[in-house]
């Protein structure tokens, strides 16, 4: 479970995060949504540490992330997988390479249990026989399946998904959808999906929170989000005229 | 500016922290003195042979009186070569070929996320991707200058033995004249090498690591890199030459 406690972060004298508040779950695929520059990404890298927030606290089950020495926040750190929004698998490294690192990084694995866990990730998220392959000679859904692979391949108690299918086709974006799911249920994870697409919203939504201008403006599930009453979240699902129409 | 010196000195001190798994640094220093050293050496030894074979054919069209005696161009070319053009104007090369690649690539790595990638999996970004460039060029770049230099001496007696335009044998005796002071000239040109190499490096890794922006500023921060990395190599050339020679 992540707990973030009033959470407000400004870049300049701009303030992208006002006072976040929100219980992540454990085992269920929790989702931020929000317009763009609504300040999605700025809670996640908060939250993963990449940015430190100006006022709030956050907690990572009973450990709280600002009070965490560099040592257990190293440790943290290797607790946590995520998937980035245009991949960022390293390209200089073929696709089991990528996997590996790590498991090379952080573990006294001999090559053979290495070899083991790569290829366990990567027929969990069903790519086959293209360990030799560098990201550049693969699609985009398979780029994302690798990088699902990496982030799960030390078997991370908190996952991070930065808007897992954009520039997916919507046939493989709920496939990727789907694996998250999949995923977080079979390893009791806490994910967290940030995205903006209403079709995974609808398919995976279980824990959702709605930021609007860096401000929580609601929080549900995907049963309760299209009867919402909240003006600026009605606006934003009900944008396209068929789900409008669909409405009527 | 005293920001972006800050920021400089943090990411230096951030290499010296201790590595996640020293095997895998070792592979990366590997790689680097193949990417930085090994790749660079055609270019290197094709400039330095044509800057030798040059030197050779300028300096004896400009001695023309028969009281200097031939040698003293092969003597001429030594001195040039080891004093100032293979350190440091092979250098400058390097600070064009390696400085944008160092900072394009950190700078495509920052744009693409897979710096933020090292950081969440809790990676030492900075130790991992610059300390091993920046060892790798202070190990190799001096094997390469001394590859210029032989090189170099090589592209005059070349020019030599083609042209005649003086004796092999004397262009030989030039370049081992004075031959106590060569150790020292040596000396002198890979501490300076070492230097340059240290800046080539880390400069060129701080304008791509620090890289904010997309695909336009990863070409700024590689045309930055050169430019900083150039101006600095000239600065630190005389400051060096200063406190050595004299």
């Known amino acids: 479970m992540i707990t973030v406690k009033h959470i407000s972060k400004s870049f300049s004298d701009v303030q992208i995060l006002k006072d976040i508040s929100f219980v992540f779950e454990t085992g269920k695929t929790n989702l931020i949504i929000g317009k763009s520059g609504s300040g999605k990404s700025v809670l996640t890298k908060c939250m993963v540490g990449l940015y430190e927030p100006d006022h709030g606290d956050i907690f990572f089950d009973d450990r709280k992330l600002s009070a965490l020495k560099p040592k257990e926040r190293k440790q943290l750190r290797r607790e946590i997988g995520m998937l980035f929004q245009a991949s960022a698998l390293f390209d200089s490294l073929s696709v089991e390479e990528n996997v590996a690192f790590p498991i090379k990084m952080f573990t006294k694995m001999s090559k053979e249990e290495i070899d083991e866990r790569v290829n366990f990730c990567l027929n969990r998220v069903d790519i086959i026989n293209k360990n030799q392959l560098y990201p550049s000679e693969l699609s985009g859904g398979m780029q994302k399946r690798v990088a699902i692979a990496r982030a799960i391949a030390m078997q991370p108690k908190y996952l991070f998904c930065d808007e897992p299918n954009s520039g997916l086709d919507p046939v493989t974006a709920i496939v990727i959808d789907e694996l998250i799911q999949e995923i977080t249920e079979e390893y009791n994870m806490t994910t ?51 789900l409008q129409q669909m409405k009527k | 500016m005293i920001q972006a010196f800050g920021k400089y000195m943090v990411m230096l001190y951030s290499i010296f922290l201790k590595p996640e798994k020293f095997s895998i640094y070792w592979k990366r220093f590997v790689d680097e003195i193949i990417q930085l050293g090994l790749k660079s050496l055609f270019i290197v030894i094709l400039m330095s042979g044509f800057m030798g074979a040059v030197l050779v054919i300028q300096t004896a069209s400009v001695i023309e009186s028969a009281w200097i005696p031939d040698y003293t161009v092969g003597f001429t070319v030594k001195q040039s070569m080891l004093l100032e053009f293979c350190p440091t104007i092979i250098s400058l090369i390097l600070a064009g070929k390696v400085g944008s690649n160092i900072a394009s690539e950190l700078g495509t790595m920052r744009v693409t996320e897979q710096i933020d990638a090292l950081e969440v999996m809790g990676v030492n970004s900075v130790g991992y991707l610059i300390g091993p460039k920046i060892i790798a060029s202070l190990f190799i770049f001096p094997i390469v200058i001394m590859y210029s230099m032989f090189f170099g001496f090589l592209g005059g007696g070349l020019v030599c033995f083609f042209t005649e335009i003086i004796p092999v044998e004397q262009y030989i005796e030039g370049i081992r004249s004075f031959s106590e002071e060569n150790f020292g000239y040596v000396r002198y040109a890979l501490i300076k090498t070492s230097v340059f190499a240290f800046l080539i490096t880390s400069i060129s890794s701080y304008f791509g690591y620090f890289l904010k922006g997309g695909a336009l500023e990863v070409g700024k921060a590689s045309t930055k890199a050169v430019v900083y990395s150039s101006v600095f190599i000239l600065i630190a050339n005389y400051i060096l030459t200063q406190l050595i020679l004299i």
């Open chain 1, 192 to 242: 967290i999906v940030i995205t903006h697409d209403m079709n995974s919203v609808l398919e995976i939504g279980e824990n959702i929170m709605f930021i609007d201008q860096g401000e929580n403006k609601w929080t549900g599930s995907k049963n309760e989000i299209l009867d919402v009453k909240v003006k600026e979240l009605h606006d934003f699902i009900y944008v396209s005229k068929f």
